[in-house]
């Protein structure tokens, strides 16, 4: 499929955020209006969060390679930080106003393990994936080996369940893996989708949440095989992203295919085609798009879909001539657009915004339209002399109470004099009013 160029408008622009790098690959983590994500300035990561009215940039302590680092928010006052190698740590941290407070950690995994990937199901669990990197023998291709995939969860109420491992079988015995997570619109299963070095098969495992657990039910080690034609993957290390589909009610899964050239073996340049595939609730799968242009075999890119169903791509294509490939491209509707020059290969996204650096920084970009911001929250603030009678003896003192209305002030006031003295009665308020428009704190005022 030919595609047409364009050239950004003034108002296609992207948009400095900050300075810093982005080092890896991955889902931005969003909850009701507030987004998160890991940035690295000066040799020291930092979390970045963001809503309508504040950003904060946290420094963080990580373990393990950069490039196994993911922020998941739990909700608007708390998140988890995953970073390590060979043990996973969880780190749970408070939002606060001014910073991040760490109140727990949980390790994973056993002391061979490659994070992969951690996703917030809607059940409010949260569910990580990794893979043992053991090796099985020699590298012989062509010599089936197994790999173990583990799992791990954490319940709403912070309590954490590790699965047995589940066995996927590799058409090599490398055991470097990539995995995505993925929660199926349809049915609300849980996919994981995995691809291993020097193999020729996408693995799929199929889980459940029912309640109190997460199991997994099926294993197909050749989800995507020979017959799949232009669905079958490139055969040495592909990048793999996956997003739900609602308007579709499926999953899109995306990575470089079994279409390649070779550009340079000194430097090595190996380019190949991205493919981006449906996946129906019942394993059925569905060519949706091939990109026809020469992506690195490795290289990431950025997979999203729209609420009308129109899905776009984020990709660095091989320049024949300097053999490079750090212009950033857009693909939306057969139409490409030049994003910038992106000297490091890290791009965080969400369905609707892409996040890479150019050369002085982290830049943001909106596929789709932008949301409109929520208006800002509207507060009174009650301030007067609340007076009751103790034992018969009148009692007063200055009060403030945030509330939207004044029986909300007054149902608040009785409800905290009460608690304190609970012999209290002919409780009276007298106050003013001061409205204030959007609270700049991460809390609701309380």
């Known amino acids: 499929m030919g595609l047409q160029m364009m050239t950004f408008s003034a108002e296609l622009a992207p948009e400095f955020v900050t300075e810093g790098q982005i080092r890896i690959s991955s889902r931005l983590s969003e909850y009701d209006g507030i987004s998160a994500f890991p940035l690295l300035k000066d040799g020291q990561y930092y979390i970045r969060i963001e809503n309508s009215t504040n ?17 998941v928010l739990l909700g608007k006052d708390e998140l988890i930080v995953f970073s390590g190698v060979p043990i996973i740590r969880a780190a749970h941290y408070q939002i606060l106003p001014d910073g991040l407070q760490l109140l727990s950690t ?77 929660q199926h619109p349809a049915d609300d299963s849980i996919w994981s989708f995995t691809v291993s070095d020097a193999n020729k098969w996408v693995h799929a495992i199929h889980l459940s949440d029912t309640g109190e657990t997460i199991s997994v039910d099926w ?6 095989d020979k017959p799949d034609g232009d669905m079958r993957r490139e055969g040495e290390f592909p990048f793999l992203v996956a997003t739900p589909d609602p ?14 050239k070779f550009f340079s073996t000194k430097p090595f340049i190996k380019g190949a085609n991205i493919c981006v595939i449906q996946v129906n609730e019942d394993g059925e799968k569905e ?9 690195e075999r490795i290289s990431p890119f950025a997979l999203g879909v729209l609420p009308s169903g129109e899905f776009w791509l984020a990709y660095r294509p091989i320049d024949p001539e300097t053999l490079s490939y750090q212009e950033l491209y857009l693909m939306k509707s057969s139409e490409e657009m030049l994003l910038g020059q992106v000297p490091r290969a890290g791009l965080i996204n969400s369905n609707y915004h892409l996040l890479f650096n150019l050369s002085d920084g982290i830049y943001s970009y909106w596929v789709g339209e932008k949301p409109s911001p929520s208006p800002p929250p509207t507060v009174t603030v009650f301030m007067g002399k609340a007076t009751w009678e103790l034992s018969g003896v009148e009692k007063s003192a200055a009060v403030v109470v945030y509330a939207t209305t004044e029986v909300e002030a007054m149902d608040k ?34």
């Open 287 to 295: 060519l949706l798009f091939l990109l026809d242009r020469w992506v």
């Open 413 to 446: 006031l009785i409800e905290y004099i009460m608690v304190e003295f609970p012999e209290a009665t002919n409780i009276q308020f007298s106050y003013e009013r001061v409205t204030l428009i959007g609270s700049k704190s991460w809390s609701e005022a309380k």
């Open 55 to 71: 950003i904060l940039d946290e420094p963080i302590e990580i373990i393990g390679q950069p490039y196994h680092v993911k922020v």
């Open 106 to 182: 949980q390790e994973l995994g056993d002391g061979n393990t490659r994070f992969m990937d951690a996703v917030k199901l809607k059940s409010g669990k949260v569910l990580v994936s990794w893979y043992e990197h053991v090796y099985h023998g020699r590298y012989v291709w062509g010599q089936t080996s197994p790999v173990d995939i583990g799992f791990a969860y954490r319940r709403t109420d912070g309590t954490w369940e590790t699965l047995p491992y589940t066995t996927v079988e590799n058409h090599s015995t490398i055991p470097s893996t990539r995995g995505v997570l993925c």
């Open 219 to 224: 294993v197909n080690s050749q989800f995507t």
């Open 247 to 260: 308007s579709r009610n499926s999953i899109l899964l995306a990575y470089q295919n079994k279409n390649y």
